[in-house]
């Protein structure tokens, strides 16, 4: 408070100032005139008018009474008195009464901690943290923002954020209370995450304390002075991207190679022109006609379990689809495939960037990377946005572009500049706020990530014991008994709708079967292949009483 007190009394002593100066300089510049229009222009003139005149002068207000003059010092002094108001006008708001009237406004902000039983305290507020506070907001979950920049104060205070005002480094008792709290996330820069930990721990705080940091390199530290847990989200943020476009890092369904060579997983872009398009999978039929299961889709970077036949294809979505590599190849014609063969193409070598390449390189992809910057590294100097740059950089023959560019603008139209020059190619893009994700999606990217998600995500795992945030969900294959699937079809007994869960494969005796013909009934010795999410795959485990064959959980 005491910091507080002198920034009043500055700015009070400013206005104090300025109501003395004022007047002082209408008598100055009265007297003036008025001894100059009596010597000089031989015009006698009170004492009382001069002030008039000064007044009108220096407020710009105007005048007639008193012009014209005629004697050159004159002249030369109403117009030094002119362009006086006019310098006064300009500085008197700026430097005298808006401080004065930010000041008071300053004092809405509190400056301490209110009650933090059972509260969250997030210093600095920021990207990394923008979607899981406003998840917070809707769930009317506790916190509190301390944050260090007045006009981002009051904006976050105009949302409805409890906010306090303070910079920690000269107020560190607006920390005061903070041993009450239920946990601290630090999200400023790494050596301003520093100092808070210390002065929480300082103040007997003794919860979780969640740092956010910029470097890998200074976990260590940030450890070491009281942090808990220090995560790097942009990291996260590069090795979710970096699944995505990359099957050698995360492979496209855990356990697929239990069906060894006989089946196969593919992933098909829908053309709105396609005969899928905009159907219902009970129209198409593409397990009778073409020996295939459809497992899910993916549309604006959602996936989405089919669930039955009434599961409606989306145009521009990607398939997921299961079976026989000779029936994926009847179904990738009446699709459009996902190119992947060829490099990977990296536009933007930033933080993530950097660790985006390194995760491919260790993985043995091939990736030609695009910046504006010549460094090391950078394999083609120039514009993502030019043509010539996309020609050099061999974008039509990649496997898939990633935009790991750092401004959500350029991101956008980047995003809709490849997409038309390379329409087949996968876009895989990453933001920094997630409310641009939607816009991502509009310009034509398959799969977009803001740092905000991957943040979001880890946080809310270890402040809410949940994952909030899903980043991607993942396929998975498990061998099961036959349970009470023995004695029906695997196509039947509503497994899709109770589960969201698919058969895809029988395994009886030395023989793998992927087509079911109608009179094709389980036997209770068979061996069952299933594919869906985690989550479906337990759901069908309850619902058919059975176990995994291999003994692991799904």
């Given at each position: 408070?005491?910091?507080a007190t002198?920034?009043?009394?500055?700015?009070?002593?400013?206005?104090?100032g300025?109501l003395?100066?004022?007047?002082?300089v209408?008598v100055l510049?009265?007297s003036?005139?008025m001894?100059?229009s009596?010597h000089l222009?031989g015009?006698?003139?009170?004492f009382?008018?001069?002030?008039e005149?000064a007044?009108?002068?220096l407020?710009?207000?105007?005048?007639?009474a008193y012009a014209p003059?005629?004697h050159?010092?004159?002249?030369v002094?109403v117009?030094?008195?002119?362009?006086v108001?006019?310098f006064?006008?300009?500085?008197?708001?700026?430097?005298y009464?808006?401080?004065?009237?930010?000041?008071?406004?300053?004092?809405?902000?509190?400056?301490?901690l209110?009650?933090m039983?059972?509260r969250?305290?997030f210093?600095?507020?920021g990207?990394?943290?923008?979607s899981l506070l406003?998840?917070?907001?809707?769930?009317?979950?506790?916190f509190?923002?301390?944050?260090?920049?007045?006009e981002?104060?009051?904006?976050?205070r105009?949302?409805?954020y409890?906010?306090?005002?303070?910079k920690?480094?000269e107020?560190p008792?607006?920390?005061?209370?903070?041993?009450?709290?239920?946990?601290v996330?630090?999200n400023?820069?790494?050596h301003a995450?520093?100092?808070c930990?210390?002065i929480?721990r300082?103040?007997?705080?003794t919860?979780?304390i969640?740092?956010l940091a910029?470097?890998?390199?200074?976990?260590?530290?940030?450890l070491?002075?009281?942090?808990?847990?220090?995560?790097?989200?942009s990291?996260?943020?590069a090795?979710?991207?970096?699944?995505?476009a990359?099957?050698?890092i995360?492979?496209?369904a855990?356990?697929?190679?239990?069906?060894?060579?006989q089946v196969?997983?593919?992933?098909f872009?829908?053309r709105?022109?396609s005969?899928l398009?905009?159907k219902?999978l009970g129209?198409?039929?593409l397990?009778?006609?073409?020996g295939?299961?459809?497992?899910?889709?993916?549309i604006?970077?959602?996936?989405?379990?089919?669930?039955?036949p009434d599961t409606r294809?989306?145009?521009?979505?990607?398939l997921?689809?299961?079976?026989?590599?000779?029936?994926?190849?009847k179904?990738?014609r009446?699709?459009?495939?996902l190119?992947?063969?060829g490099?990977i193409?990296?536009?933007?070598?930033g933080?993530v960037g950097?660790?985006?390449?390194e995760?491919l390189?260790?993985a043995?992809?091939t990736?030609?990377?695009i910046?504006?910057?010549?460094?090391?590294?950078?394999?083609?100097?120039?514009?993502?946005?030019?043509?010539?740059?996309?020609?050099?950089?061999?974008v039509?023959?990649a496997?898939?572009?990633?935009?790991?560019?750092?401004?959500d603008?350029?991101?956008?139209?980047a995003?809709?500049?490849v997409r038309d020059?390379?329409?087949?190619i996968?876009l895989?893009?990453?933001?920094?706020?997630a409310q641009n994700?939607?816009?991502?999606?509009?310009?034509?990217?398959d799969f977009?990530l803001?740092v905000g998600q991957?943040?979001?995500?880890?946080?809310?795992?270890h402040?809410?014991?949940?994952?909030?945030v899903?980043v991607?969900?993942q396929?998975?294959?498990?061998?099961?008994?036959?349970g009470?699937?023995a004695?029906?079809?695997p196509w039947?007994?509503?497994?899709r709708?109770?589960?969201?869960?698919?058969?895809v494969?029988?395994?009886?005796?030395d023989?793998?079967?992927?087509?079911?013909?109608n009179a094709?009934?389980?036997q209770?010795d068979?061996?069952?292949?299933?594919?869906g999410t985690?989550?479906?795959?337990?759901r069908?485990?309850?619902e058919f009483d059975?176990?995994?064959a291999?003994?692991?959980r799904?």
């Amino acid at each position: 408070m005491r910091k507080a007190t002198q920034g009043l009394q500055r700015s009070t002593w400013r206005l104090l100032g300025l109501l003395v100066s004022m007047p002082a300089v209408v008598v100055l510049f009265g007297s003036i005139f008025m001894l100059g229009s009596e010597h000089l222009e031989g015009k006698q003139i009170d004492f009382w008018s001069s002030l008039e005149w000064a007044s009108e002068t220096l407020t710009t207000t105007g005048y007639g009474a008193y012009a014209p003059w005629s004697h050159p010092v004159m002249i030369v002094f109403v117009i030094l008195t002119q362009f006086v108001g006019m310098f006064f006008l300009v500085l008197i708001f700026p430097l005298y009464v808006m401080p004065y009237i930010e000041e008071r406004f300053e004092v809405r902000l509190p400056h301490f901690l209110p009650d933090m039983t059972g509260r969250i305290l997030f210093y600095r507020y920021g990207p990394a943290i923008e979607s899981l506070l406003e998840e917070f907001q809707r769930t009317s979950t506790a916190f509190v923002v301390l944050e260090e920049d007045l006009e981002l104060s009051r904006n976050l205070r105009n949302r409805g954020y409890d906010v306090v005002f303070g910079k920690l480094d000269e107020e560190p008792e607006s920390l005061s209370g903070i041993e009450k709290a239920r946990a601290v996330v630090a999200n400023a820069d790494d050596h301003a995450n520093a100092m808070c930990i210390l002065i929480a721990r300082e103040r007997g705080f003794t919860g979780s304390i969640y740092a956010l940091a910029d470097d890998p390199l200074y976990r260590a530290p940030m450890l070491q002075v009281g942090a808990s847990q220090v995560f790097t989200p942009s990291h996260a943020l590069a090795g979710a991207l970096a699944a995505r476009a990359s099957r050698r890092i995360s492979p496209p369904a855990e356990g697929m190679h239990l069906l060894g060579s006989q089946v196969g997983l593919a992933e098909f872009r829908v053309r709105a022109s396609s005969p899928l398009a905009g159907k219902c999978l009970g129209d198409l039929q593409l397990r009778v006609r073409h020996g295939v299961t459809v497992i899910g889709q993916w549309i604006c970077g959602t996936f989405s379990t089919a669930t039955g036949p009434d599961t409606r294809i989306e145009p521009g979505a990607i398939l997921v689809i299961v079976g026989a590599h000779a029936n994926l190849a009847k179904v990738e014609r009446l699709a459009m495939p996902l190119r992947r063969r060829g490099p990977i193409v990296l536009a933007g070598y930033g933080d993530v960037g950097r660790k985006f390449v390194e995760m491919l390189s260790d993985a043995g992809e091939t990736v030609i990377v695009i910046d504006r910057e010549v460094v090391a590294g950078v394999d083609v100097a120039g514009n993502v946005l030019e043509q010539k740059t996309m020609e050099r950089a061999r974008v039509r023959d990649a496997s898939a572009v990633v935009l790991a560019l750092s401004n959500d603008s350029e991101g956008v139209f980047a995003t809709a500049v490849v997409r038309d020059y390379a329409p087949e190619i996968p876009l895989i893009v990453r933001a920094n706020r997630a409310q641009n994700i939607p816009r991502l999606y509009q310009a034509g990217a398959d799969f977009a990530l803001s740092v905000g998600q991957v943040a979001g995500q880890i946080l809310a795992y270890h402040l809410q014991g949940e994952q909030a945030v899903a980043v991607e969900h993942q396929l998975k294959f498990i061998r099961v008994a036959a349970g009470l699937l023995a004695g029906g079809h695997p196509w039947g007994e509503r497994v899709r709708e109770r589960t969201g869960a698919a058969v895809v494969a029988v395994e009886r005796g030395d023989g793998v079967f992927v087509e079911f013909d109608n009179a094709f009934m389980v036997q209770s010795d068979d061996t069952l292949f299933i594919c869906g999410t985690p989550e479906c795959l337990e759901r069908y485990l309850r619902e058919f009483d059975t176990t995994p064959a291999d003994g692991n959980r799904a």
